[in-house]
């Protein structure tokens, strides 16, 4: 990247840590995914043309091609899904490197027992991946092959990922050892059962929603609701709903990818006035809620687009079709997810929700001026994981970090 645009190595590290340039317990934005994993080495970000949010009351399920209207049952909805108790305090250590000198924590599981990450995830080095285990690392895994990052990874030690140049490829770590999944495209999620969600890369640039039974299968290709073409799997449930945005034309919204095959369109949340149009990028799965970027377009324009709209923060139930809204800020507080590594941010003290709450976490005190980006938090909120980023402007390794909270 640096060379084609004729940067030497101090301009180029200089463009590439100015949103650091901040007061420490100042939030930054920042693409940790160019900052962190790839470093130099920037991996492909598809623009999607965007418009108009799905805004039926009903849920629509989509079988074989033919739309199916699934209204509300005559019953009561279920109750909301119970939140974790926001813990009460929460230190900071750091993760082992082994023979690594430098390394970034990028997802686990369920439970916060196993985690997963990369040596070297800035740039140069071999870009191994590397598993803990209850806070010990358990395997430093080296292959040969295109550099992989793995994002996701469950109690059985199985992780998910994609390279990170050159066109995008599945890959998996099962058994201490680093294969492609079959087919191309990106795994970005893997749930308890082993059922991975990702997507596939068409001839026409755009991704279309896909997943595979396990990392032995095929992958099956999502069926797409009429008027869309494209999409992002972002996150699976444990009982295999795929959580997705979809795109065509001047179409937006998100779906779920149940585990029978039908496709849901979600009803996105009231606009606060009457002529918004609504668009919802889901964000990760978190305490039986999916959490999403809310934007809402005061002044409908075709030369405005969804990046520029002011976002809100909300989660959604998808057993009672509930939306809740957050926070008006969206770097208040992190949703760590297996997927889109670029919508971290960084914060001086870096926060996370619990629930609907946020809990704050405490720096390390061996860097008392770092700012952090969060990866992970257990669906139990008592372990967290991610790493101290702002170290890389100060020409430091990145350092796993591990917060244990009670």
Known sequence: MKEESGMNEDEYGTLLMRPLDAEPDATAR???????????????????????AVTTGL?????????VLRPHPASLPPPLPADPGVPAACTAAELPLGTATSAAVNGGDPTGSVLVGETEPVAGG??????????????????????VSMGDINTAGIAVGATTEGTVMPYVLHDGTVTRLKGAGNAAAINEAGLIAGDAETNQGEGVPQRWASWTAEPEA??????????TAWDVTEDGTIITSLYGGDLNGMFLW???????????????????????????????WIYAEVRMLLEP??????????????????????????LDEVTAAQIPGPH?????????????YVGKEVMSLPRLEKYPDDSFGVAFISENARIAAGSNLSGV??????????????
């Open 258 to 288: 149940h585990q029978d095959g039908t496709v849901e369109a979600v009803r996105s949340p009231q606009p606060e006035k009457g002529d918004e149009k609504v668009y919802v990028e889901p964000r990760a799965y978190h305490y039986g």
């Open 393 to 406: 402007a100060a020409e430091r390794p990145v350092q796993p970090i591990i917060w244990r909270c009670r």
């Open 222 to 231: 999502m069926p797409m609701p009429p008027g869309y073409t494209a999409g």
């Open 126 to 147: 071999d870009g191994d991946v590397l598993v803990w285990r209850d806070g010990k690392l358990a395997e430093h895994v080296t292959y040969t092959g295109p550099r």
């Open 30 to 52: 920042i693409d940790v995914a160019k900052a962190m994993r790839n470093g130099l080495r920037a991996r492909r970000v598809r623009t999607w043309s965007t418009g108009a």
């Open 59 to 67: 849920a629509v399920a989509v079988t074989s091609g033919i739309l």
């Open 301 to 326: 324009s075709a030369r405005q687009s969804p990046a520029a709209l002011n976002p809100r923060m909300f989660r959604y139930d998808p057993s009672s079709r509930t939306w809740e809204k957050l």
């Open 340 to 352: 889109r590594k670029a919508d971290w941010f960084i914060q001086g003290e870096p926060a996370v």
